[in-house]
């Protein structure tokens, strides 16, 4: 799919057909998600692949924002292998597995699937769900999986704020 329409057309999916997604379909996904940057190209982004019937059950543990998806994958990071800026320690972390869960997000409405983004979890509960080490830190859930044939975007998707609220040229 041509980006320009990729990004006009992708939305959060937020109701699935139970039609399981296919391997290839994930391997897919995988690919592109290991094509994202990282600061100095650490790759500290660990995914869980969640398509049992038990890992799904257990993710509900964290979250009730799956939209019966029969999929998800599971962003995080493992902070102790990310890039640390040396000038005040920030850990980047948490923006490498932004971008590659960015990746994710845009492969797979090129597939011809959907997913949402969720951030509204509970990461301790995903930590001990998943037996999850503390450096290990979950970032973004995606549910994933074929649309319903009346998925459609919820009616705050196409508003944006003018650009002028949000760009700043050379005067701060």
């Known amino acids: 799919m041509e980006y320009s329409t990729l990004i006009h057309e992708r939305y959060s999916v937020r109701k699935f057909s139970p039609e399981p997604v296919d391997e290839n379909s994930i391997q897919a996904i995988l690919d ?7 600061a ?5 982004q660990r ?15 964290a979250t009730t924002y799956l939209f019966n998806a029969p999929m998800a994958l599971a962003v ?24 590659v869960a960015t990746h994710i997000m845009l492969k797979v409405h090129d597939l011809g699937l959907g997913a949402t983004w969720v951030g509204h979890f ?44 949000t760009v700043v040229y050379d005067h701060f």
Not at 47 to 61: G, Q
Not at 77 to 86: G, L, Y
Not at 143 to 155: N, Q, R
Request: proline residues 12%.
């Open 47 to 61: 995914i869980l692949v969640l398509r049992s019937a038990e890992s799904m059950e257990k993710l509900r543990k």
């Open 32 to 38: 592109t998600a290991r094509l994202a940057p990282t």
């Open 76 to 99: 995080c990071c493992n902070r102790d292998e990310a890039w640390v800026r040396p000038y005040d320690q920030y850990n980047s972390g948490v923006i490498d597995a932004a971008i």
């Open 40 to 44: 100095v190209n650490k790759q500290p």
């Open 122 to 165: 509970d990461p301790a509960a995903f930590r001990k769900v998943f037996n999850l080490p503390g450096y290990v830190e979950p970032v973004a859930i995606f549910p994933i999986g074929h649309p319903a044939d009346d998925a459609k975007p919820s009616p705050m998707h196409g508003k944006r704020r003018p650009l002028e609220e």
